[in-house]
């Protein structure tokens, strides 16, 4: 539950600035970010925490509910055939999984 969330939260986070930083980038440099759609406040608390604006967020847990492991490839999916991906230089995918797993990606647009 709680603890759950709290440890997404602080891996999401984790995971995207240090991918970011590790490509020599900052969140600025990203156009999109694509994160595990497990539910809107976790989304909204990345995104708060990481200081980014709510349309370089994609999400889709309003119409998709959360789909476990395919949901960032479904929401990267989604915002493809909205154009989003192609508008951004810069994709970042992160996700928090079974297991307390976690990893991100950066994809080049």
Request: charged share 15%.
């Amino acid at each position: 539950g709680r603890q759950v969330i709290l440890q997404a939260n602080r891996k999401l986070q984790a995971a995207t600035t240090d991918l970011v930083s590790r490509s020599g980038l900052t969140l600025d440099d990203i156009g999109l970010f694509v994160f595990h759609q497990a539910n809107s406040n976790l989304l909204r608390q990345v995104a708060t925490a990481l200081k980014l604006p709510a349309e370089r967020v994609f999400t889709n847990i309003a119409t998709r509910g959360n789909t476990s492991a395919a949901s960032v490839l479904i929401a990267l999916s989604e915002a493809h055939a909205e154009g989003r991906v192609a508008a951004a230089r810069y994709t970042v995918l992160a996700a928090f999984g079974a297991g307390f797993s976690w990893g991100g990606a950066l994809v080049r647009t």
